[in-house]
């Protein structure tokens, strides 16, 4: 564990309260419940995954395969979009 987590039960401990991390939850949107999109990416790139509890991490990690396949999704029909409108690489000729 890392020294956050460990520090962070250690205050939970001494204050009486479960090690389990539930303020998150009551302070905005959870990784489970934020859409797909430019928000979600900034939270996962701001976070300190050496900071999260194993709990944390796992929807962490839920939450990155979410925005991967989105962002799949869209190059996807990008890609289908491209190959369709005729559209090609321009190339000027002398």
């Not at 369709?84 to 002398?94: I, L, M, N």
Request: charged share 25%; glycine share 8%.
């Amino acid at each position: 564990m890392s020294p956050g987590v460990v520090d962070y039960l250690f205050r939970q401990l001494v204050a009486g309260r479960p090690a389990a991390d539930v303020q998150w939850e009551n302070e905005g949107l959870s990784l489970d419940a934020q859409p797909e999109g430019a928000e979600l990416a900034r939270r996962l790139s701001e976070t300190d995954i050496e900071a999260l509890t194993p709990d944390e991490l796992f929807h962490y990690v839920r939450a990155a395969q979410r925005l991967v396949s989105w962002a799949e999704d869209l190059r996807q029909a990008a890609v289908g979009r491209y190959s369709h409108s005729g559209a090609g690489p321009r190339t000027e000729g002398p």
